[in-house]
């Protein structure tokens, strides 16, 4: 607990972006904060056409994306794209690669695990199941084509560029 907050806790899992992220905690309460719900469905894929058409045609490399940015760039995209690729060509058995990053993501983020668990959303509903988890990461502020170290990158240049006033030379004038 921080002593200038008394009622809210620094949650390390959604610190996604390296900066931790407030969460408001009842007051006495030692409990880790309620589990929250994905910000679309399983099904809503039709509702963000540009990650459901990467997700159908191109898995690997949408599934690559998730995987980089769901282990903070520790994995690359290329990395766990063809990590993906290969499995699938040589077992058809992708998801029990993808269905770990679901889970991380849900930990990350404190999502609950629905409709069911998340290996068998994965072995049943692979596409429906990455595109959900692409559109919850754009959803909390991601571009998942410029990868983890982008967002990092834009993340640190946007608190750069408001933490000081601009200049202003020779006072105001009318």
């Not at 399983?42 to 997700?55: A, K, Q």
């Not at 949408?62 to 060509?89: H, K, M, N, P, V």
């Not at 629905?114 to 429906?128: G, I, N, R």
Request: charged letters at 15%; one cysteine or more.
């Amino acid at each position: 607990m921080n002593a200038s907050y008394p009622n809210q806790k620094f949650d390390q899992y959604a610190a996604a972006t390296g900066v931790p992220v407030l969460v408001q905690v009842p007051q006495g309460s030692q409990q880790q904060p309620r589990v929250g719900a994905w910000s679309s469905g399983l099904c809503e894929c039709f509702s963000d056409c540009p990650s459901c058409c990467l997700t159908f045609w191109c898995p690997c490399i949408a599934f690559g994306r998730i995987a980089e940015i769901a282990d903070q760039g520790y994995t690359s995209c290329c990395t766990a794209g063809t990590l993906c690729t290969l499995l699938g060509c040589l077992t058809g058995l992708t998801f029990c690669y993808t269905c770990f990053y679901r889970t991380k993501i849900r930990q990350q983020f404190l999502l609950e695990e629905s409709p069911c668990c998340d290996c068998l959303v994965h072995c049943c509903c692979q596409s429906c199941a990455l595109c959900q988890e692409y559109r919850e990461l754009q959803s909390r502020g991601f571009d998942l084509s410029i990868g983890w170290h982008g967002n990092v990158e834009r993340r640190n240049r946007g608190v750069a560029m408001g933490a000081t006033a601009p200049m202003v030379e020779n006072g105001m004038r009318r």
